[in-house]
């Protein structure tokens, strides 16, 4: 047990937990907004595969990332807007309305790919940028500051949704459509136009945090690839209350102690690969039992909107 | 008028919800890499309650009957791994039988889930398959359940070497891979190579073709270079790139330079190690192409003699009951090496003398 508390492990799992919580903390930070104002979108998992094809295939055909990053976040945006349609404008059922875009997202990445590229390829994602002068502070420099512009960009994410949502009128019209819509239409605020702009806002996040992936951290695209992922980052919307800060403690949480098993097992500490496996969801389990429930649910979570009825 | 638009809501779901299922019944064949004809196809739709079945072209007529056969496989024909290497096998006997006219081959891919894959085998069964195979551990529950149903038809199943027969089924093969042989055989490459001392292998779960692939490596480099380092770690998925990518970045920070791994989800590996400078080892089928300038070599699966024996069996009306294993010996594994990364002489000649040990039962592959 003793290698594991050793430095370079303890830096390298700081490093790797770091690069795991980057496609979380888009999607999550995303889906939060949108359950912010009162829509919960399950096809988070379906937006990151196109998210994640879009800027492969567009980043290894114009050889331009950013085109990519582009590319991903427009086909984000679009299905964003595909579920505001049903969710918002239909009023469809919205637990069912995800999982039919998850479907769809699925289907169709797998498509795409498939005719497009065949096989798995890969490209030349985002490179590591150190900053000057942090990325030279002993230890933390290498642990904190020396990543590629996508890891950064998920972490500056952070303060300024909790700017947007907390400090800005459109962050106090996003709180109120989702507290209290009926409250916030007689003040004249456009309940449909915010969920519209939320939903499509959380779908280009997804986009962008399966190009993080695609283009940034594995540099590949595989069928199902993001495997799960876009549903833990709905979990971690609930986990960190619906709070830009308490969804960067959940995402490094899972984060850590994925890299933490993925040491434990590394260096050869008797414990069977299944128990290591499993370590992140029990303690993200138990630290959601013991976190405060509920406290900041939005209240119109899950309802549809329709003016004159309450 | 709110009622008008749920309706609405509720049509453009079904209609999103059909688009979805529908996504893969609509790809066209794909073009297999070493075979440049274009084969006929039937395939299977995932995820709807009935499993439909679209025949792309109908079968030819001809005077000698064709024979039909299905495959239902976890991943994809394209996946540089197990499918793969499965499905090149068939295309292998199709092509020596005398292509499509002679053979037939309809695939269903991507079937993660037991109880989708369940529904294609009983179907292609019930359209009077020759022989419909299993391609997956997972599969062996629902396939003693079908194969009964259908005394007719020949069914194969892999990796395992249980055919039913306690169970009194009689029409079902069963064939597994000895992974254990070739990993041997790499590990004694990796461990001459190796110049940091520290191997790398990430697994997906720690059982059946899997765990004897990397304890065969482990042992093998071990063996090779007493004193060596070797590393292992497994992610509990067959599917989690990103998380096959962070095990492999784990074992290049704990100082391998040489990884290994296993399953579907290595691409992500294989990518990571491409990007520090690290060598890798693929298995199932040649992986080279993922990165020309990394893998070093790999062990392939090569099906076709077991398929021809099956094919052949049922032909002379032995629908089942046999169990078939790849070995270095029956020529059913085979090392292939990428002309692009130089091997050491004394590695390579460790690896004939491995092979050649394994072969007449003088090295032992796992401990």
Known sequence: MSELFTLPVLLGMAYSGVRLATPYLYAAIGEMFAQRSGVYNLGVEGIMLMGAYAAFFVAMSSGNLWLGLLAAAVVGLLMGLLMAVVSVTFQAEQGISGIGLYLFGLGLSSLLFKTTMGGAQSITGFQAIKIPLLGDIPYLGEVFFDHNLLVYGAFLLVPLAAWVLNRTTLGLKIRAVGQNPQAADTLGVSVAGIRYFTVGLGGVMAGIAGASLSIGLINLFQENMTSGLGFIAIALVYFGSWRPWGILAGALLFSFVNALQLWIQVIGIELPSDVAVMLPYILTIVALAFAVQRAQQPAALSKPFERGES | ?367
């Open chain 2, 1 to 367: 008028m709110r009622m008008q638009l749920s309706r609405l809501g509720v049509l453009s779901l079904i209609v999103m919800l059909i688009a979805a299922a529908c996504a893969p019944a609509a790809t066209p064949a794909p073009q297999p890499t070493a075979e440049p004809q274009i084969i006929e196809v039937t395939r299977v739709v995932a995820g709807t309650p009935e499993v439909q079945v679209i025949t792309a072209t109908p079968p030819p007529a001809e005077p000698e009957k064709v024979f039909r056969v299905a495959i239902v496989m976890p991943s994809s024909i394209t996946d540089a791994a197990f499918s793969q290497s499965m499905f090149e096998g068939l295309l292998a006997v199709q092509k020596e039988m005398g292509g499509e006219g002679k053979m037939e081959i309809a695939y269903s891919e991507g079937m993660f889930k037991v109880p989708d894959a369940a529904a294609a085998i009983r179907d292609y069964a019930s359209q009077g398959f020759n022989l419909v195979i299993a391609h997956g551990s997972q599969y062996g529950t629902s396939l003693s359940q079908v194969a009964p149903d259908f005394p007719e038809t020949s069914f194969a199943w892999g990796t395992s070497l249980d055919t039913f027969q306690a169970q009194g089924i009689g029409n079902v093969f069963a064939y597994q891979a000895e992974a254990q042989q070739g990993g041997y055989v790499l590990g004694t490459i990796a461990a001459l190579m190796s110049k940091s001392g520290f191997i790398g292998i990430s697994g997906p779960v720690e059982a059946g073709d899997a765990k004897l692939y990397v304890d065969g490596f482990k042992f093998g480099a071990e063996t090779a270079k007493p004193g060596i380092t070797v590393n292992k770690s497994y992610t509990g998925s067959f599917s989690d790139v990103s998380l096959m990518a962070a095990a492999a970045e784990t074992h290049i920070a704990a100082g391998a330079d040489m990884l290994t791994g296993s399953s579907q989800s290595v691409v992500g590996a294989i990518g990571v190690a491409k990007d520090k400078g690290a060598f890798w080892f693929g298995t199932q089928w040649d992986q080279t192409s993922l990165a020309p300038e990394t893998v070093v070599a790999s062990q392939i699966y090569d099906w076709s003699g077991i398929i021809k024996d099956m094919i052949a069996s049922h032909k002379a009306g032995v629908l089942g009951g046999k169990s078939y294993t790849l070995t270095f010996k029956n020529g059913g594994l085979k090392i292939q090496y990428n002309d692009k990364v130089a091997v050491p002489a004394d590695a390579k000649a460790a690896a004939e003398a491995a092979i050649q040990g394994i072969g007449d039962g003088s090295v032992k592959p796992l401990p």
